[in-house]
């Protein structure tokens, strides 16, 4: 199995569990691929542009992972009208009851509705963006290359990943075990902090030391693939 750009760009509509926005993209657009919340700043905040020549309402909303609920997330506005070629700035403010020790994710959708024109009976839809949402908290360093933490071990046809670091990971849900080009595919393609993640791959992983898989960097973005060791029991 390679582990191509082109699984990759599959993998990543799976990360984005959604449509993903881009510079081409009707309607609302963020700015960027990733909003970061800063336990630090307690929030953070992104500019959506309205790329429609109409005025809309933008409808923000936040999503909680069915694995991560920590960390309450407020945005100030969360309903806005925005003019046609105009750019919105949003504030999110992040709420928790003590520190964070670990990195989380969440979702957030950004949806324009257009108005209605008075007298037409024509029906317009809605495009929606969605983006993760990754809060840092305060007292934890940035690191750019989490994936490198990752442990990996095996046992006959299972595979597991554990994340012991206090990182969020992001990465293409296809791996490989190595030498033996054994395929394998994760449920997801994100892995908490303290996480660990059991799959069965296609054949026994027995005579292979090591696991290729392309990880994504904080936005996202493809990195080169990584090949990590594999404990083999």
Do not use: C
């Not at 993998?11 to 881009?22: C, E, P, R």
């Not at 959506?48 to 923000?60: M, R």
């Not at 020790?101 to 495009?127: A, S, W, Y």
């Not at 934890?140 to 554990?162: F, H, R, Y």
Request: proline content about 8%; charged content about 20%; cysteine-free.
């Amino acid at each position: 199995m390679k582990l191509q750009k082109g699984l990759f760009l599959l993998s990543i509509v799976a990360m984005a569990l959604g449509h993903a926005a881009t510079s081409q993209a009707a309607g609302m657009v963020p700015e960027t691929s990733l909003l970061i919340i800063n336990e630090a700043d307690q929030g953070g905040s992104i500019n959506i542009k309205n790329t429609d020549d109409k005025p809309e309402l933008l409808y923000t909303n936040i999503v909680d992972l069915p694995d991560d609920k920590e960390g309450h997330l407020v945005v100030t506005q969360p309903v806005i009208r925005v003019e046609g070629g105009q750019t919105q700035h949003l504030r999110f403010i992040l709420q928790t009851a003590s520190p964070m020790k670990t990195e989380h994710l969440k979702r957030v959708t950004f949806e324009g509705i257009p108005q209605k024109m008075p007298g037409k009976n024509k029906v317009g839809f809605n495009i929606r963006q969605d983006i993760p949402v990754l809060i840092h908290p305060a007292n934890l360093p940035v690191v750019k290359d989490a994936w490198t933490l990752l442990e990996w071990s095996a046992s006959g046809n299972n595979v597991t990943v554990k994340n012991p670091s206090p990182y969020v990971v992001r990465l293409a849900p296809q791996i490989e075990l190595l030498p033996g080009h054994v395929p394998a595919l994760l449920k997801k393609s994100y892995i908490l902090p303290g996480e660990s993640i059991t799959v069965a791959a296609k054949s026994s992983a027995s005579g292979n030391n090591q696991v290729r898989f392309v990880p994504a960097s904080r936005y996202g973005i493809q990195v080169e693939s990584y090949n990590a060791p594999l404990n083999n029991h």
